[in-house]
């Protein structure tokens, strides 16, 4: 549901279609593509060093039908490759070994890799993969560990969005700064804005706090009646309810799961711990049935 509502934001406010794809990022790669390639992007300076890319049709280098997210070109004609992950991949280090070497089919020229990872869960993955006679590495960056003041202070709304998914946003009062920065800016970039932000607010499960706030804000009440916006928030308010109810289910599941744990096996480590924390319901009830049996 949330793939089309990117589609139609896309649609909406960038004036071009969007092709949703299946996989992990779909729900918010369009949100964050947009993010990236808008002019004056801070978080661009950020991962590249540069304020501005001449951006690539990314569809033709594709691999294992893959396509790699974002390409830009250098003002020195050099490539940068930036690709967007939310959650972690045994094999992401190859994949991004083959999107490096079909750039260099594509173009002729090995690009700049930088892997940006928005994910929930700890960063787990490597940034390299190596064998006896080779080594590729790339730039592996979580958004937690970049600068969430200079996102919140930049002019562009889609830094200040941004924002939420830095180790800022981890703060009580960080959607309600966000909003303020929004309501401050144009109709056109708040309404964008605003939706971005709740299209990325669920890769931190904080989708009723923007909700919740927002409808705090007089400035953004007209925000109800917006073609694309309001009926997304008039359901994320039934999905809040519905997502609460069933989010203290599974938490009470895991608490139980881990006292079992603990009551067999002793001390929980906190790598046992976060794996739990990360199962969905269906496997929390299949690793407590297996817990009857183990030894």
């Given at each position: ?127 390299r993969i190596e ?98 916006i309001g009926p ?15 989010e203290g289910r ?46």
């Amino acid at each position: 549901r949330l793939a089309c509502v990117g589609a139609a934001i896309q649609e909406r406010f960038f004036g071009f279609p969007a092709t949703i794809r299946s996989g992990p990022m779909h729900e918010y790669d369009v949100a964050l593509k947009n993010i990236l390639t808008r002019s004056g992007s801070s978080i661009l300076t950020q991962l590249t060093g540069v304020s501005s890319l001449r951006w690539i049709n990314v569809e033709a280098p594709k691999v294992s039908n893959r396509r790699v997210d974002l390409l830009g070109e250098l003002p020195d004609g050099n490539l940068v490759h930036i690709e967007l992950q939310s959650r972690n991949e045994e094999d992401f280090p190859l994949r991004m070994a083959e999107y490096l070497f079909g750039i260099q089919r594509k173009y002729g020229k090995l690009p700049r890799q930088v892997a940006l990872y928005v994910g929930e869960a700890p960063l787990l993955m490597n940034d390299r993969i190596e064998g006896p006679d080779c080594s590729v590495r790339f730039h592996l960056i979580d958004i937690r560990g970049l600068d969430g003041e200079q996102l919140l202070a930049s002019t562009n709304p889609g830094d200040n969005v941004l924002a939420l998914l830095t180790s800022l946003g981890e703060r009580p009062e960080v959607v309600r700064r966000i909003l303020e920065r929004i309501a401050a800016g144009s109709v056109e970039e708040r309404d964008q804005a605003l939706a971005e932000l709740l299209i990325l607010a669920r890769l931190r499960r904080l989708s009723g706090e923007v909700i919740r706030e927002t409808e705090k804000m007089p400035i953004l009440e007209d925000i109800m009646d917006h073609d694309v916006i309001g009926p997304l928030l008039r359901q994320g308010r039934a999905e809040g309810r519905v997502e609460g109810l069933i989010e203290g289910r599974v938490e009470g599941q895991m608490d139980i799961l881990l006292s079992q744990i603990q009551k067999r096996f002793g001390r929980v480590s906190p790598a046992v711990a976060q794996r739990i924390a990360a199962l969905k319901p269906a496997q929390l009830k299949r690793v407590g049935l297996r817990l009857l049996d183990a030894q």
